[in-house]
Protein backbone atom coordinates (compact mmCIF):
# COMPACT_ATOMS: atom_id res chain seq x y z
CA UNK A 1 0.00 0.00 0.00
CA UNK A 2 2.91 2.44 0.66
CA UNK A 3 4.76 1.87 -2.23
CA UNK A 4 1.33 3.03 -4.35
CA UNK A 5 0.25 5.85 -2.16
CA UNK A 6 3.93 7.49 -1.52
CA UNK A 7 6.61 8.52 -3.30
CA UNK A 8 9.86 7.68 -1.07
CA UNK A 9 13.62 8.11 -2.24
CA UNK A 10 16.87 6.38 -0.60
CA UNK A 11 17.44 9.08 2.75
CA UNK A 12 13.50 8.20 3.61
CA UNK A 13 12.23 11.43 2.75
CA UNK A 14 9.22 11.46 -0.20
CA UNK A 15 6.11 13.31 -1.49
CA UNK A 16 2.47 12.23 0.10
CA UNK A 17 0.49 11.51 -3.80
CA UNK A 18 -2.79 10.95 -1.45
CA UNK A 19 -4.04 12.16 1.89
CA UNK A 20 -4.69 9.31 4.18
CA UNK A 21 -7.97 10.67 5.58
CA UNK A 22 -9.01 10.63 2.09
CA UNK A 23 -7.82 7.49 1.20
CA UNK A 24 -9.81 5.86 4.40
CA UNK A 25 -13.04 7.17 3.25
CA UNK A 26 -15.57 4.79 2.35
CA UNK A 27 -15.79 4.18 -1.74
CA UNK A 28 -19.35 5.85 -1.73
CA UNK A 29 -17.77 8.88 -0.61
CA UNK A 30 -15.31 9.00 -2.97
CA UNK A 31 -12.25 7.33 -0.97
CA UNK A 32 -10.73 3.89 -1.88
CA UNK A 33 -12.26 2.50 1.05
CA UNK A 34 -8.88 1.31 3.14
CA UNK A 35 -9.49 0.69 6.79
CA UNK A 36 -7.57 2.91 9.28
CA UNK A 37 -4.54 0.17 10.34
CA UNK A 38 -4.66 1.44 13.73
CA UNK A 39 -8.05 0.34 14.66
CA UNK A 40 -7.77 -2.64 12.63
CA UNK A 41 -4.41 -3.70 14.69
CA UNK A 42 -5.86 -3.17 18.18
CA UNK A 43 -8.99 -4.95 16.95
CA UNK A 44 -6.67 -7.99 15.47
CA UNK A 45 -4.60 -7.84 19.34
CA UNK A 46 -7.97 -7.83 20.88
CA UNK A 47 -9.09 -10.97 18.90
CA UNK A 48 -5.78 -12.79 19.86
CA UNK A 49 -6.19 -11.79 23.62
CA UNK A 50 -9.56 -13.39 23.73
CA UNK A 51 -9.21 -16.70 21.76
CA UNK A 52 -6.28 -17.43 24.49
CA UNK A 53 -8.83 -16.91 27.23
CA UNK A 54 -11.32 -19.08 24.83
CA UNK A 55 -9.94 -21.88 23.47
CA UNK A 56 -8.06 -24.47 26.19
CA UNK A 57 -6.58 -26.77 24.01
CA UNK A 58 -4.82 -24.66 20.78
CA UNK A 59 -1.82 -25.54 19.61
CA UNK A 60 -0.64 -22.02 19.45
CA UNK A 61 -1.85 -21.30 23.01
CA UNK A 62 -0.01 -24.43 24.40
CA UNK A 63 3.67 -23.21 22.54
CA UNK A 64 2.51 -19.70 24.46
CA UNK A 65 2.13 -20.83 27.67
CA UNK A 66 5.52 -23.36 27.11
CA UNK A 67 7.10 -19.74 26.62
CA UNK A 68 5.94 -17.23 28.73
CA UNK A 69 3.47 -19.08 31.29
CA UNK A 70 0.05 -18.22 32.39
CA UNK A 71 -1.23 -16.09 35.13
CA UNK A 72 -2.86 -18.16 37.83
CA UNK A 73 -6.27 -18.86 35.70
CA UNK A 74 -5.46 -19.15 32.34
CA UNK A 75 -6.99 -16.04 31.07
CA UNK A 76 -3.56 -14.60 29.60
CA UNK A 77 -0.06 -14.89 29.29
CA UNK A 78 2.67 -13.81 32.02
CA UNK A 79 4.66 -10.99 30.72
CA UNK A 80 7.76 -11.88 29.32
CA UNK A 81 11.37 -10.82 31.27
CA UNK A 82 13.53 -11.12 27.73
CA UNK A 83 14.72 -8.43 26.28
CA UNK A 84 14.30 -9.16 22.66
CA UNK A 85 12.24 -11.64 20.58
CA UNK A 86 8.96 -10.99 22.31
CA UNK A 87 7.70 -7.87 20.51
CA UNK A 88 4.59 -9.22 19.36
CA UNK A 89 3.82 -10.58 22.45
CA UNK A 90 4.43 -7.72 24.36
CA UNK A 91 2.28 -5.61 21.96
CA UNK A 92 -0.45 -8.13 21.85
CA UNK A 93 -0.04 -7.80 26.33
CA UNK A 94 -0.46 -4.22 26.17
CA UNK A 95 -4.10 -4.19 25.02
CA UNK A 96 -4.71 -6.29 27.98
CA UNK A 97 -5.74 -3.04 30.19
CA UNK A 98 -8.42 -2.38 26.91
CA UNK A 99 -9.39 -5.93 26.95
CA UNK A 100 -10.46 -6.41 30.64
CA UNK A 101 -12.39 -3.29 30.72
CA UNK A 102 -14.69 -4.43 27.03
CA UNK A 103 -15.23 -7.99 28.51
CA UNK A 104 -16.95 -9.19 31.61
CA UNK A 105 -16.53 -12.73 33.51
CA UNK A 106 -19.62 -15.42 34.48
CA UNK A 107 -18.47 -17.09 37.25
CA UNK A 108 -20.15 -20.25 36.52
CA UNK A 109 -18.14 -23.21 38.82
CA UNK A 110 -15.71 -20.33 39.74
CA UNK A 111 -12.48 -22.82 38.60
CA UNK A 112 -11.51 -19.77 36.94
CA UNK A 113 -12.63 -16.74 38.47
CA UNK A 114 -11.11 -15.16 41.81
CA UNK A 115 -13.89 -13.69 43.37
CA UNK A 116 -11.64 -11.86 46.04
CA UNK A 117 -9.66 -10.20 43.52
CA UNK A 118 -12.28 -9.29 41.11
CA UNK A 119 -10.51 -11.28 38.15
Same mark, same amino acid.
Given at each position: ?? +??????? +????????V? #? +?????P??????G? =?R?R????????? #?????????????????K???????????S?? /??? /???V??????????? =?? =?????F???D? /?????????
Amino acid at each position: MT +DFLWNTN +DNGNGLHWVN #W +DEVCHPKQEGGLGI =RRLRIMNEALKTK #WLWRFAKEYDAMWKNVIKAKYGINELGWWSKK /SSY /SHGVCCRKSILACLK =RF =RSLVHFEVKDG /SRVLFWHGV
